[in-house]
């Protein structure tokens, strides 16, 4: 079932859809370009090697991407649960925008170019080695961007419809 919501809540609505199909397309144009949501993501990523640092060094260096991915798509699974059809589809843009900084990561395994943070080790240059699929990360990073793209396509797609579907459920807002 999808919550009510008023006429001015529908606009404000599908003006975020908007906004974020637009950002959206920038940012897949360069995806290693820096963005508004970066810093956010990274301090997400980099909490994500603390929390998941019990797990040995693997998971640990696995938990930087692990939380990045996990922190958008728990706020959509809520969002959907509670009947907010169009609000999980903002998460799930999100949950899109960090595939894209995903696969710039694991692209960047053999060159070790990107600027880290600390200057510390190459989360990804280290995991493809480790399971010998260093030479395959040009492959993997544009899966992972591929994946990207078909999340906001979702989310873009999906907030429209949302939005327009059930007219019958928005409510005129109080005077």
């Keep these: 079932m999808m919550l ?44 994500g090697h603390l929390v998941f640092a019990f797990g040995g060094q693997t998971l640990t260096l696995l938990g930087g991407t692990l939380l990045q991915l996990a922190l958008p798509a728990a706020f959509a699974i809520v969002l959907w649960r509670s009947g907010d059809r169009h609000g999980a589809t903002i998460p799930l843009w999100w949950l899109g925008q960090n595939c894209w900084n995903i696969s710039v990561y694991i692209k960047d ?9 600390g200057g510390g080790e190459h989360d990804w240059a280290i995991l493809l080695s480790e399971w010998g ?16 793209v078909t999340l906001y396509g979702w989310a873009i797609i999906g907030g429209w419809i949302f939005l327009r579907r059930r007219k019958q459920d928005y409510v005129p807002a109080p005077a």
Excluded: F, K, M, N
């Design 133 to 148: 699929l260093l030479q395959q990360d040009q492959a993997l990073g544009g899966a992972v961007y591929l994946l990207g």
């Design 109 to 117: 395994a053999r060159a070790q170019q990107l600027p880290l943070v």
């Design 4 to 47: 009510p919501v008023s006429v001015g809540d529908r606009r404000w609505r599908l003006a975020l859809t908007a906004v974020l199909a637009v950002y959206g397309w920038w940012c897949l144009q360069a995806p290693a370009d820096y963005g508004w949501l970066d810093s956010l993501d990274l301090a997400i990523h980099e909490t």
